[in-house]
Nanobody
Framework: QIQLAESGGGSVQAGGSLSLSCSAT?????????TAWFRQAPGKEREGVAA????????YIADSLRGRFAISRDKAKNTVTLQINSLNPEDTGMYTC?????????????????WGRGTQVTVSS
């Protein structure tokens, strides 16, 4: 059973940066695993932000967020980090870590079926 726990959220001013961390347990070295970050802004649907293959380290960033968001993983520590730069108020929302074991692209957002509880990010202008 995969379990995910997020940390690193908080309140920041526009223009600042945050590093969100997702710690995972239950990953198996023998199974291809994808880990992703989703976010949900107030009144909006949840959207996929970034994803990475835990084994190969290949990362994907949503088209509209490239340039400000970066995703990385530490295989030894089973952590995935989302770096967000140049934050703006539109980045406010609940950021949630998720994982899936399906043999499809890590950017296939609909496949994610293991979820953390999320960490809140609030950006003030």
């Amino acid at each position: 059973q995969i379990q995910l726990a997020e940390s690193g959220g908080g309140s920041v001013q526009a223009g600042g940066s945050l590093s969100l961390s997702c710690s995972a347990t239950g990953y198996s070295a023998s199974r291809r695993t994808c880990t992703a970050w989703f976010r949900q802004a107030p009144g909006k649907e949840r959207e996929g932000v970034a994803a990475i293959s835990v084994g190969g380290g290949i990362g994907y960033i949503a088209d509209s967020l490239r340039g400000r968001f970066a995703i990385s993983r530490d295989k030894a520590k089973n952590t995935v980090t989302l770096q967000i730069n140049s934050l703006n108020p539109e980045d406010t929302g609940m950021y949630t870590c998720a994982a899936h074991l399906s043999p499809v692209s890590c950017a296939t957002w609909s496949q994610y079926n293991f979820w953390g509880r999320g960490t809140q990010v609030t950006v003030s202008s």
